[in-house]
């Protein structure tokens, strides 16, 4: 695991103001746990609210635009989502790649105009069951990977993180083997050294995302080159999502 663990909620479409309750014990339950960086992805209204009661946890967008501004009607930029209070912006999710048809490159230029406007980035990746079965997972996720990142990255270490999903684990309750996640994350660790060099690309947090919940947090996390999660589901309610930030906490203890 990362020297600082890495733990993300992502709300996915889920969350009216009602739910800021939450998202404030959730900073109160981090700042008792500083040892783990923990993050919050909410849907784009509540970004502002969010980062306005947050005293501890960093607030981000789960998307954001290519284009720096113009006619581009219900879209948001990465200026605009910083300029609420956003920190980082998760993208290439899979649910956008299926519901808004996000190619690699446009991944690619939406993670450019994130940078350009001093937002970290959590670049998401993952196959289907079928590639999978077809034992092509780790060969699709490194291809898919390549193509959706920048070539260079001023601060990569500091500013990329990289999410593995593997699509057939996201809101299914199913996860790889402790040994498949291990395996994959090295793949992913060897693309990230060769893009960009031995430095940045061994400090590179990768999360697993999939499925994460209290009970199997310990184990996921304890996977070689596993730097953190980021968490669906288990993230809508402070006392699940603070389970896994615990969990984390414990595994720095051992
Ligand atoms: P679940 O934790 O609900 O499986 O979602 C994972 C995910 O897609 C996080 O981005």
């Given at each position: 695991m990362a020297e600082r663990p890495y733990i993300v909620g992502n709300w996915k479409m889920n969350g009216t103001r009602a739910m800021l309750s939450e998202a404030r014990a959730i900073d109160r339950g981090a700042q008792r746990l500083m040892k783990v960086e923990v993050a919050l992805a909410p849907p784009f209204t509540l970004i502002h609210p969010v980062h306005r009661e947050a005293e501890q946890i960093a607030v981000g967008a789960q998307d954001c635009s290519a284009?720096?501004?113009?006619?581009?009607?219900g879209d948001i930029s990465a200026t605009m989502a910083a300029d609420a209070g956003a920190k980082f912006v998760i993208l290439g999710h899979s649910e956008r790649r299926q519901d808004?048809?996000?190619s690699d490159a446009t991944v690619r230029a939406k993670a450019e105009a994130a940078f350009a406007a001093g937002l970290k980035v959590i670049l998401c990746c993952g196959e289907t069951e079928e590639t999978r079965d077809a034992g092509k997972a780790e060969a699709f996720v490194t291809r898919q990977l390549e193509a959706s990142l920048p070539e260079t990255v001023d601060g990569a270490a500091e500013r990329l993180s990289v999410a593995y999903e593997p699509i057939w684990a996201i809101g299914t309750g199913r996860t790889p083997t402790v040994e498949d996640v291990a395996a994959m994350h090295n793949a992913i660790r060897a693309l990230l050294v060769k893009l960009y060099g031995e430095e940045a690309g061994n400090e590179i947090r990768i999360l697993y995302g999939g499925s994460v919940k209290p009970e199997n947090a310990g184990e996921l996390l304890a996977?070689?080159?596993?730097?953190?999660a980021l968490v669906g589901?288990?993230?809508?309610?402070a006392e699940s999502f603070l389970g896994i930030v615990n969990a984390a906490a414990e595994l720095l203890e051992r």
């Open positions: 284009a720096p501004d113009g006619a581009h009607t808004h048809g996000e996977a070689d080159n596993v730097g953190g589901g288990a993230s809508l309610t």
